[in-house]
């Protein structure tokens, strides 16, 4: 079974650029999350997704952040303008379930640096 | 509320060894405490989780100790190997939202 794929795998960029990260999740997956993981910390719920809807944003700084989910299944999460404090591995997430906390299966993430 | 405290922040064991972790919750609605294990450049893999109707939980060399009334939760690695070391999150979910306490790095020395 393949695993949750996400891009850029890394990505240096400078202050006030913007940037798109994307996730693929497991096939047949209705549940998707984004978390942003800052260095030294554990990871940090930014959006959640079951099939196309957005279950859980209270977390995401709606003001440079945005996401969405493709027809219930890849999702792009976009920062704009970025700061230096986003610097962090962006995590994609999906579930099987529907968004009961059951197992979450993590990409490898993608590492942003922002200068 | 929402808050996960895990202690240690990191941790040195010998090969052979007990580790041992901790995480406090406040939230009595949570109802569902994973485990997660991180390496290096990988994201985060469930290890092992419980539900607050057990006190224990047992896994090959990983086990869960809950303790509802305490709000308190452990994670034990019996026989700790050199391929354990890792960085250990524990969580606790409500709602389908889980909540990532801060981490333990854990080295284990041959």
Known sequence: EAGVAQSPRYKIIE??????????????????????????????????????GVV??????????????????????????????DSAVYLCASSPLTGLGEKLFFGSGTQLSVL | QQQVKQSPQSLIVQKGGISIINCAY????????PWYQQFPGKGPALLIAIRPDVSEKKEGRFTISFNKSAKQFSLHIMDSQPGDSATYFCAAST?????????????VKP
């Open chain 1, 56 to 85: 859980d944003d209270s977390q995401l700084p709606k003001d440079r952040f945005s996401a969405e989910r493709l027809k219930g299944v890849d999702s792009t999460l976009k920062i704009q303008p970025a700061k230096l404090e």
């Open chain 1, 15 to 52: 202050k006030r650029q913007s940037v798109a990260f994307w996730c693929n999740p497991i096939s047949g997956h209705a549940t998707l999350y984004w978390y942003q993981q800052i260095l030294g910390q554990g990871p940090k719920l930014l959006i959640q997704f079951q099939n196309n």
């Open chain 2, 95 to 107: 709602t389908g939202k889980l909540i990532f306490g801060q981490g333990t790095t854990l080295q």
């Open chain 2, 26 to 33: 406040e939230n009595t609605a949570f109802d569902y405490f």
